[in-house]
């Protein structure tokens, strides 16, 4: 028959030192077994501090996901999720695009937010991208958003190439099929 733990009151099964697992570990956390009362209690769970954010809250009243925004950008933002949008209608999320409160922008979205990479892109080119345009970034880094690091791309064919890269292969192409086509634009053009 096994042991008891010999706190008085206390009918669970003695581990060591004829305790039982609680009163152990009430031991090593206090310094004292206490009563054979029921498990201490934990304190509450508290939310996020952000208004409208209901996530636990981890460091310093704010969840995971607000005390990195604060980290990187110095603002908690908004209590819901910031969802980037690539392509149509397809919404992916966590894949970290910055993104910029501008409500008047004609990027804007419903939320009032604008992708900060397009919104560099279109300012450099001196007016909006045009549909089938994607701004890419040529590290790889969605959030360095500077002006050299990022390149416009055309959706046109041949699939996700560069506009530089398309005006060569469109010579090239003119120059193998239709030369005379080549030399009339040079032409005109002086």
């Given amino acids: 028959m096994d042991k008891l733990c010999s706190v008085s009151g206390c009918n669970r099964v003695a581990e060591s030192r004829g305790l039982c697992k609680m009163h152990q570990a009430r031991l090593t956390r206090t310094g004292s077994v206490g009563e054979a009362a029921p498990r201490l209690i934990k304190p509450r769970a508290v939310s996020c501090t952000v208004l409208g954010c209901h996530r636990l ?4 009243g704010l969840c995971r996901m607000h005390r990195s925004r ?7 933002g908004p209590a819901h999720r910031l969802v980037t949008e690539k392509g149509k209608g ?3 999320k966590g894949i970290g695009y910055r993104v910029l409160y501008r409500p008047d922008s ?3 979205r419903k939320s009032g937010y604008v992708l900060e990479h397009v919104l560099v892109m279109s300012e450099h080119l001196g007016r909006r991208l045009r549909l089938n345009e994607t701004v890419h970034h040529k590290n790889g880094n969605a959030k360095d958003n ?12 041949p699939k996700g190439q560069r506009v530089e890269d398309q005006v060569t292969w469109a010579i ?5 099929y239709c ?3 080549l030399n009339s634009s ?4 002086n």
Avoid: C, F, I, K
């Fill in 106 to 108: 004609p990027y804007s």
């Fill in 146 to 157: 500077r002006l050299d690091n990022l390149e416009l791309w055309s959706s046109r064919h």
């Fill in 172 to 176: 090239e192409t003119l120059r193998l």
């Fill in 179 to 181: 030369p005379e086509a």
């Fill in 70 to 76: 604060v980290q990187a950008h110095g603002s908690p």
């Fill in 90 to 92: 397809h919404s992916q």
């Fill in 57 to 60: 809250a981890l460091w310093g």
């Fill in 186 to 189: 040079v032409r005109s053009e």
